[in-house]
Every structure is written in C-alpha cells, then in structure tokens.
C-alpha cells in the first residue's frame, strides 16, 4: 500500500496495484475472507439462538402467569404496548406475536430440546412448525432435518406437506447384500417409498412418455424429491451394447457416494422380469460411463404398484444394488396416517442424537 499527498499536504493510503503483489497474498486474503464469513456466521447464529431462548422464556412467563392468576388476552394487549414503550425501536413484540411466544413455550415443554434444536431456527420455520404440525415426534424431526439441511422456511413448508421423512428408509432393496455398510446405510435413507410425482400432473393413467415428460419439465422438484446430492446426468440416456441400442429413461450421479443412479420408470405394476432390463443397464454403465474410483451403480426402479414380498423374493437373486420404489400422484389422508407411524418416537429420536455426540466426541478425542 502507498502513499499518496493530497494538496493541502494532507496523505492517505492507496491500496497496492495487482502487479505489486506477493504470490503468497492471494491465498492469504481468501483465508481472512473465510474467517470473517465463518465468523459472522457463527455470530448470526448465535443471535438467533439467544432470541428464540429469550421468546421462550418469555412464552414460558406468559403461561406461568395465565395459570396462577387468570387473566386472559387483555393482558397481553398491554404488556405488548408497555413493551413497545419501553424498547421503541425493538420489533416482534406484537399481541400476535406474544401468543406464539406462548405458544412456542407450551409446544415445547422441554427447554433442553429447545435449546439443542429448534432454537438454531428461525422465528418463521419456528412457527411454520406450530402451526402445521400437531404430532411432537414428527415436529421434533422436522425441526431436526431443517436445521440439518439448511432448509428454508419455503422447502420446510414443501417438505412436511410432502410427508419426505415418513417417506424415507421405506424402500424394498438388496442394498445391505450388495455396497459396503456405510454406503448401504446411506443409500436405505436416502431414497423413498412411495416417491410423490404430483408436480408431474400425471395420474394413474398416464403413459410412462408422460410421466417421465413431467418428471423432465420438473426436473429442480424431482431432484429436491430424489434428495440430497444427486446431479441429473440426461434422459434417454443411448447405450450401446452387442450392435443393439438401448435407452436408460433418467440417469443420475450421487455426488457423496460418487456413483451412476439409474433410474427405470414404469406406469404398471411390478413383475420380476423387469429387474433383468434394470440389471443390464447398470452393467452396462459400470463398463462404458463408471469411472475406476467410482462405487457400483445404484438401480431405482419405479412402478405403479408392487407386491412388497415379490419384490424381497426378487430381490435376493440380484447381485447388483437395486431398489424398487411405487410411486404416488397425491398423499391421501389414509395415507399420511399410516406414513406418520413410520416416524420414531421423541425418546428414540433424543437416543440416536446422544449416541451422534458420543460418536463425535470419540473421533474427536482419537484425532
């Protein structure tokens, strides 16, 4: 950095010319840069997390006092206004905001649960959860998944109406026979059954053509319904085998397993003959597109309806990684119902994260 005079003999710096530079600063800047971003992150979370508690023990106080001396939404009105008064240039102390405040606190009776989770929330993903979830297991994992995911308020909306959770770890598939335990726990949860085409416009009697035209038009929301890191590869996909030519419906990479994701669609119900077409086309892509650090190629096939134990009994003779997924236009009432059962219990779930934060702190210990 110069110096450069002003005329009235006054100096002030001038920042260095690109062409005067150390090699070193390039990478010594992006390293400031980084711990600025890092840190105002962690500040911004921070913040966060110190008002949704300061909200809480507020809604906690308001309940408190409703239950030992009586009184009702009056009250409410004014603490908002004497509030106000107070702190005039403090905003989110509105009487409707003071009852989420209430609400927030009779919701989640448990302060620790609040402040190892949902409290790393915004307000909005917060009262989203409130207002749309009555079940305290399923809202507990939602708000899990969304801190998890850094999902925004819109996709946390998307996904409870979706049911995604419920969804997962639910496919048929001979994954734990063919990958390696890791790669084969994740790929258990990371795909659905049944998956939800509804923003295809398909119904049950559409053709495959325009199922797969939907799922083309749509492809942002049927990655968002594949899940986290997969890349759409094409459609049609042309593979060549012995002179004859052959066309995979969707092809995909899974970035985290880094591995092909072959995906078969079929407008009619499950038989076991089309595992063999499924099979081939993962042979094929593992010989002509997999790289040699590749893991194997995943098969997903996707039907109208299956019988789940032709699926299991089909499943057993097939030495490559396929699972078999139906897939559903709408989620019914009756059918949201049954899904709901497939969510673990508030105590399993505080049980899985405890075992998590042993296990981190072990690695963290070996390291």
Same mark, same amino acid.
């Given at each position: 950095?110069? /110096? ?7 100096f002030?710096p001038?920042?260095?010319p690109?062409s005067?530079? !150390? ?7 992006s ?5 600025i971003?890092?840190s ?11 008002m949704?508690?300061?909200?809480? @023990?507020i ?9 030992? $001396?009586?009184?009702g939404?009056?009250i409410?009105?004014?603490?908002s ?11 989110g102390?509105?009487p ?17 649960? %609040?402040?190892?989770? %949902?409290?790393r ?11 749309? %979830?009555?079940? !305290? ?22 996904q409870?109406?979706a049911?995604t959770?419920?969804?997962? #770890?639910?496919? !048929?598939n001979?994954f734990?026979?063919?990958? !390696?335990e ?9 795909f ?8 295809? #416009? ?11 035209d ?5 492809? $942002? ?14 459609r049609q996909?042309?593979?060549?085998? #012995?002179? =004859?030519?052959?066309?995979? =419906?969707m092809?995909?990479? @899974? *970035?985290?397993l880094r591995?092909?994701v ?13 595992? #063999?077409?499924?099979?081939m086309y ?6 002509v597109l997999?790289?040699?650090? =590749?893991?194997?190629? /995943? ?5 109208k309806?299956?019988?789940?134990t032709? %699926? ?5 003779s ?12 709408? /989620?019914?009432?009756?059918?949201? $119902?049954? *899904?709901?059962?497939?969510?673990p219990?508030?105590? =399993? ?9 042993l296990?981190?702190?072990q690695?963290k210990y070996?390291?």
């Open positions: 950095m110069g /110096i450069k005079p002003l005329q009235d003999g006054v002030f001038v920042a260095m690109d005067e530079l !150390p090699t070193w600063y390039a990478g010594f800047l390293s400031i840069k980084t711990e971003s890092v105002r992150r962690r500040v911004m979370i921070s913040a966060n997390t110190q949704m508690m300061m909200y809480y @023990h809604g906690k106080q308001i309940l408190e006092y409703q239950a030992s $001396e009586g009184w939404a009056k409410i009105d004014r603490l206004a004497d509030i106000k008064k107070a702190y005039p240039e403090l905003k102390f509105s409707r905001n003071l009852k989420y405040m209430r609400k927030f606190a009779e919701t989640w009776q448990d302060e620790a649960i %609040v402040q190892r989770s %949902v409290a929330l915004s307000w909005r993903h917060n009262i989203c959860l409130m207002e749309k %979830v009555k079940e !305290p297991n399923r809202r507990l994992a939602y708000a899990l998944a969304a801190y998890k995911y850094g999902w925004s308020y819109n996709i946390l909306e998307f409870l109406e049911y959770l419920e969804r997962e #770890g639910q496919l !048929p001979n734990e026979q063919s990958l !390696p890791m790669d084969s726990d994740m790929m258990q949860y990371l659905k059954d049944p998956f939800l085409l509804d923003f295809t #416009g398909a119904d049950s009697h559409s053709r495959e053509k325009e199922i797969e939907g799922l083309s038009a749509h492809i $942002e929301k049927f990655l968002l319904e594949l899940g986290q890191g997969f890349s759409y590869v094409g996909v042309h593979l060549e085998c #012995g002179g =004859d030519d052959f066309y995979i =419906d092809l995909f990479y @899974h *970035l985290k591995c092909f072959v995906v078969e669609l079929k407008a009619v119900d499950f038989n076991p003959g089309m595992m #063999g077409q499924l099979v993962q042979n094929i892509v593992d010989r997999r790289h040699p650090s =590749d893991a194997p190629t /995943i098969g997903l096939l996707l039907v309806n299956k019988n789940e032709v %699926v299991r009994y089909s499943l057993e097939v030495n490559k990684p396929v699972g078999v997924a139906s897939w559903e236009t709408e /989620i019914t009432q009756s059918m949201a $119902e049954d *899904l709901k059962s497939s969510l219990s508030i105590e =399993d779930i505080e049980a899985s994260l405890a075992e998590q934060k296990i981190e702190k690695k070996t390291k």
